[in-house]
């Protein structure tokens, strides 16, 4: 990657599949949004850029990547699939690239610590990673599995779709007062829909809501 190659990419901002670091100085924290890449369309994380996309770069940048890279090795599960490249600016400064891939093996999940099997899974909405909520862990599995989804098109389904034909979006605590259910089947309901093709969910920090297939994520 060129100097012009780097100064048209971070031209572009932060985005779904692009992040900017300074430093290493929060490793827990920064393995987040390459966990968010793996689990939704991968992405490229900069480490040695600032917030608004100056490449100042960092001093021994090697070092900087190292912390990284020990933060993935203990910290996430399963393993992410990444490769890194060094850009110099000067003698002494430089930027690391990392590059993640979209996994076939998420949902990815962020350890608290080395020593604990508990973590949390993030998805990528805009700029931003966010938890990934319950419903979008389950599709997310179970579209991995590759099997054949057994739908039956029944009255809540139908109140589902035809709410969306009226209306931009829904949440699962909309769906189950409109169709008066409880919120688990109201959830598993939306969930077949998402993987028949008929609705896509889209995450989103104040709570995810799902949208008829044809409709746009910018919505």
Known sequence: MTLRDLQKLTAQGESATLEFKKKANHPEKIVKELVAFANTKGGSLLLGVDDNGNLSGTR?????????????????RPKINYSVEYFHLTEK?????????????KPHFVREHANTRKGTAYVRFKDESIQASREVREIIQRRLKNKDIQFT??????????????HE???????????????FIASKTLIRLVLA????????????YF????????N
Do not use: C, M, W
Not at 211 to 218: A, F, P, Q, V, W
């Open 60 to 76: 021994d940048i090697e070092g900087e990547a190292f912390i990284l890279e020990k933060a993935i090795q203990e910290l996430i």
């Open 93 to 105: 400064k430089g930027i690391a690239i990392f590059r993640v891939q979209e996994s076939y093996k």
């Open 153 to 166: 098109y029944g009255e809540k389904e139908k109140v589902a779709v035809s709410h969306l034909d009226l």
């Open 169 to 183: 979006k829904i949440t699962v605590s909309e769906f189950s007062q409109i169709a008066k259910t409880p919120k």
């Open 197 to 208: 093709n008929i609705l896509d969910v889209v995450p989103n920090p104040k709570g995810d």
């Open 211 to 218: 949208i008829l297939k044809e409709e746009s994520y910018e």
